[in-house]
Structure formats: structure tokens, C-alpha cells
């Protein structure tokens, strides 16, 4: 699929080489603080009859912090535990009035391997709620507040805590299956005979260890050179991947600067220091970009640790509820949250292209336009995805020949697109980052006065998520 891409999509109308300097320029100069004006229309509500209204009452999260920091002596759960904590601190949230905890990972920890159960337990609350963890990759959170959001649907629960965690300090690394199979026989051996049999067998190869990788079973291939590859499928540069890095770094700054970032919590490590903002944020220099070599297919490559997100720890969580329960209980919800879907494509040429599936189908389900949108929050795995799906997102001709659509979606105005920065800047912990990308929405609604946001993100395994969400009325 790479090569049949290459000729078309170059041929479409390229995106201009300064478009993200141009962009962000623009959004940081509509007003001072990045309170961009949304021109609210008279729009109509999304709500449909009959269905439960489901609303998201607040959302808060851990700083993100770049792996092996300040968090690197923690468990998952503990980060998991301080979201959850901080939830409650912020909705005043009676600890027995939640219905179900879900939360979302990737790298499981073997010893909280239900790390919802875990985290909330650790938090507080009461240990009649059920708990369960899910796992989609990057969407993992995404699927937890979906799940939620179904079980209050279908009249199970009225209150549901959702959220996600993920702590790459300390992966699980597990030996040789060689090593393995010879240490289960040894716990079986029933004679000292046979135990010093299989001490003997131990060689040297025995003692690899089996490091984690962020690569595709499937395919065997990592994440960055998937993104690599479609970069250059999709005509993407260098030069346009390094400024929008330095576009979502520089417009992170300014939000975190200027208060925006309103859902990060502080958190007392034990035996360190007070965490109260995301560590990963560093604007920098095009010259300073272009000097670093690329990461993952050398030496002609153009992504580079720079243009891609980070290794990140963090945790999330999210206080989803019926509208009538949230009302009862006398909060002012922040969102609806409406339609949503799920896509999957091929993992091995369209890996990372989840929004440029997803968009479409979203607005489809939700009967809303591109034009309607008013606040887009896509997650940012790498620039080089982020060029690749706007492209795609604006080709005719993908539309027809992969999509079976008979014209493109169109691209999501840059001025409505990550203005608080994203997962390049922000960090990106695989199972939190899809609760960031709703409250974010969500927030940002309010402050700019919009009505409809939208929230897309790849995953691995070719899969992909996207969701409508509406401002509650102010």
C-alpha cells in the first residue's frame, strides 16, 4: 500500500512547509492566554429521545512525567490510587456513591494485574464497588469511559469512575522462554538428582532476558517505524514534522503557563519531592530540531525523538454520570458525552491512520459536519502520524480507493486543533491519554464557547477511536 500511495496523495494539494509555524502563530496571537473566541452558533443539541443523557462532571489527572523522573520507585497502582484521590478531592465525591471503577492499560503490572481493583481499593473507596481494567493499546481509557458510559446507558449504573494509568519506569522484563521453562521444571523436580539435572542444562543464551518492545506482533515492526514509513507514504517532511513538535511544545508552554492545564493534580511522591505539572513540556528551536538524527530508520529517516512522543508515566480519571444523577447530587456537568465509534484497519500500512477512519464515521453517527466542530483534540503519537492523517483526512482519493467513501472528510482547521498542546509535549502515557483528550475537550469547550468538540486517536494493532462530545450548557 505504501508505494500505490505515494504518487496520488503527492499529486493532492500539499500542505504548505511553514504551515504549523503559520498556525501556531495565529492561535497564539487570536488572544493572549489562548481564550481563541469560538463564534457560538445556535446549534441543536444532540440529545435523542429516549436515550439517557451521560455526562462527564470533571476529569483530572497526575502530572505527566518523562519515565525513569520522579516517579520511577512507584507502582502503576500508585499513580492510579493519587487520579482517584485526586477525583474525589475535586468532586467531593461521597467514596460509596460510585456504582463501578474501570481503568485502562497497556503494561500490566503481574502483581496488580487488575489495577483497577487495586487503585481503588488503595483510594478509598468502598470495596463493594466492582472494578475491572481493560486494554486497547492507546485507547485504552477511551474504552474504559465507553464501557462506563454503556453500563449507564443500559440502566446498570447511574455513577461511574473511569480512567487509565501507565508506568513505563519499570516494565516488566522477563527472562529467556528457555530460562522460564527450566525454572518451572525445577519447581516441579522432586529429587535433588533432578534439580542439579536442570541446573546443569543452564547455558549462557539462557540468560537473555526478553525486553519489551512498542512493535506490532503481528508484524514485528515498532511503532516508529510504522509512523516513518507513513510519513513517507504520505509526502510528510521533515521540516513539517519538526514544526508541529515545535508547534505542540510551544502552545503546551503557554497553556501550562497561563493555568489552562486546570486538570493536573499535584501529587506527593513518597520520600520526594511535591509533582504539580508535566515535566515533558520543551519548546526549543527548528535549529535545534534539525540537528537531531532519526530514530528509528537510519539514516534517512524523519522521525526523531524530537517529532515523537515520549516514554511517559501518568494516570487519569474521570467522573462520568445520567445526567438526572449528576443533578441529584447537585454537580454542573462539564460535557456530554455523545456518539462514538471504533475502527480497525490494516497494522501493517495503516497503523496509525485511527482518525482518518474514525472522523468520519463520528460525525456521521452524530448527523454533525466538519464546519460543526469547534474543538478538535487529536492525540499526537507522532508528527509524522498527525501530517499523515490531516493528509489523508484531505484526499479525494483515499477516501475512494481505502475508505469506500465517495468524497474526503476534510482537515480539521488548525486554529481548532491541540491549541493546549498534546501528546507530543504533554507526554502520552499509553492507558491515561485518552481521559486527557475528553477533559481537555471539555474544558476547552467552556473556555472558548463552543458546543461540539471531537476526540480522535490511533492505537496499536491498526485500530482507532473517535468521539462527539457537547458542551453542557453554562
Not at 463493594?128 to 449507564?152: D, E, L, Q
Not at 515498532?222 to 507514504?233: E, F, K, P, Q, V
Not at 454533525?368 to 507522532?382: G, K, P, R, S, Y
Request: net charge positive.
Amino acid at each position: 500500500m505504501a508505494s500505490m500511495l505515494m504518487n496520488p496523495l503527492r499529486s493532492c494539494p500539499p500542505v504548505n512547509a511553514a504551515w504549523a509555524v503559520q498556525y501556531a502563530t495565529r492561535s497564539l496571537s487570536t488572544s493572549v492566554h489562548l481564550h481563541a473566541q469560538v463564534q457560538t452558533k445556535s446549534k441543536k443539541t444532540l440529545a435523542k429521545p429516549g436515550v439517557k443523557n451521560i455526562v462527564l462532571v470533571d476529569g483530572v489527572r497526575t502530572p505527566f512525567l518523562t519515565s525513569g523522573t520522579t516517579y520511577a520507585d512507584l507502582m502503576p497502582h500508585d499513580l492510579a490510587r493519587a487520579a482517584l484521590q485526586g477525583l474525589l478531592h475535586r468532586t467531593s465525591l461521597p467514596k460509596d456513591a460510585v456504582d463501578y471503577v474501570i481503568y485502562g492499560t497497556v503494561i500490566q503490572e503481574v502483581k496488580t494485574s487488575n489495577v483497577a481493583r487495586e487503585a481503588s481499593l488503595g483510594a478509598g473507596f468502598s470495596d463493594k464497588i466492582p472494578c475491572h481494567t481493560v486494554t486497547m493499546a492507546c485507547i485504552s481509557s477511551n474504552v474504559a469511559m465507553t464501557t462506563g458510559a454503556g453500563m449507564i446507558a443500559a440502566g446498570q449504573c447511574d455513577a461511574i469512575v473511569a480512567g487509565g494509568v501507565e508506568f513505563m519506569s519499570d516494565v516488566p522484563i522477563r527472562h529467556s522462554r528457555k530460562m522460564r521453562k527450566t525454572m518451572l521444571a525445577l519447581n516441579r523436580a522432586k529429587t535433588l538428582g533432578q534439580r542439579l539435572s536442570l541446573i546443569g542444562s543452564i547455558r549462557m543464551a539462557h540468560l537473555t532476558p526478553e525486553l519489551p518492545a512498542v512493535a506490532e506482533f503481528s508484524t514485528a515492526e515498532t511503532m516508529g517505524h510504522s509512523a516513518d514509513r507513513l510519513a513517507a507514504a504520505f509526502g510528510v517532511s521533515r521540516l513539517e514534522q519538526d514544526e508541529f513538535a515545535l508547534r505542540s511544545h510551544t502552545l503546551a508552554k503557554q497553556a501550562q503557563d497561563s493555568g489552562l492545564l486546570s486538570d493536573v493534580i499535584s501529587f506527593k511522591v513518597p520520600g520526594r519531592d511535591m509533582v504539580s505539572k508535566d515535566n515533558g513540556i520543551r519548546p526549543s528551536s527548528m535549529e535545534q530540531l534539525a540537528k537531531l538524527k532519526p530514530a528509528f530508520i537510519k539514516p534517512h529517516g524523519t522521525v526523531t525523538a524530537a517529532n515523537s512522543s515520549f516514554l511517559t508515566d501518568g494516570a487519569s480519571a474521570v467522573l462520568i454520570m445520567s445526567e438526572e444523577k449528576a443533578l441529584a447530587m447537585g454537580y454542573k456537568p462539564k460535557a456530554y458525552l455523545r456518539d462514538f465509534v471504533y475502527v480497525s484497519q490494516d497494522p501493517k500500512d495503516q497503523l496509525l491512520l485511527g482518525p482518518t477512519y474514525g472522523t468520519p464515521k463520528v460525525l456521521e453517527r452524530a448527523g454533525l459536519t466538519m464546519n460543526d466542530i469547534d474543538v478538535f483534540e487529536f492525540h499526537e503519537a507522532f508528527a509524522g502520524q498527525i501530517m499523515a492523517n490531516l493528509k489523508a483526512m484531505d484526499s479525494d482519493w483515499f477516501a475512494q480507493t481505502y475508505m469506500g467513501r465517495k468524497t474526503k472528510v476534510g482537515t480539521p482547521p488548525m486554529e481548532k486543533f491541540n491549541l493546549w498542546g498534546g501528546s507530543l509535549s504533554l507526554g502520552h502515557p499509553f492507558g491515561a491519554t485518552g481521559c486527557r483528550l475528553v477533559t481537555t475537550v471539555a474544558h476547552r469547550l467552556q473556555k472558548e464557547g463552543g458546543q461540539y468538540g471531537l476526540v480522535a486517536a490511533c492505537a496499536a494493532g491498526g485500530q482507532g477511536h473517535a468521539m462527539v462530545i457537547e458542551a453542557y450548557p453554562q
